[in-house]
């Protein structure tokens, strides 16, 4: 029996997706409990339309996606911090930071898709990957300075 799955259902699949299962399976568990509904042939071909919606959105966004990332890619951002004896920062430059030099240079990049190479606690250049889409990532160059 087919049934298109309303939420995620573990070791059955994600909310959205066309699956075969035992009618019994169906009936007993998925059914009464709102997981899932049957497929029937008005239901398979709204979700057949729901389905190309979403991948024509997500081709658009990971087109966008790509386009960002060859603005970002390779591109300096620079950081002027107060530091101590050896360079050593008092704090230290986190992805929110690094998020927020981005905004004022006109990129909007969420903090949490930044991943930085190291922690950044002293003077010197660093890189880090921003994840723009699933298998779309831009690196940049993060450079600290002491501040005069």
Known sequence: MQVILEQDVPNLGK???LKE???GYARNHLLP????VEATPQKLRDWEQRQEKEEAINKELEE????KAGKLSHKEVAFK???GEGGRLFGSVTPADVAEQLVKEGFEVDKKKIELSEQIKSVGSYTAEIRLHPGIKAEILIR???ED
């Open 15 to 17: 909310k959205g997706e």
């Open 21 to 23: 299962v035992a009618r």
């Open 33 to 36: 409990r709102g997981l899932a």
């Open 64 to 67: 966008q996606a790509r386009e």
């Open 81 to 83: 911090m107060p530091a």
């Open 144 to 146: 600290v300075d002491k």
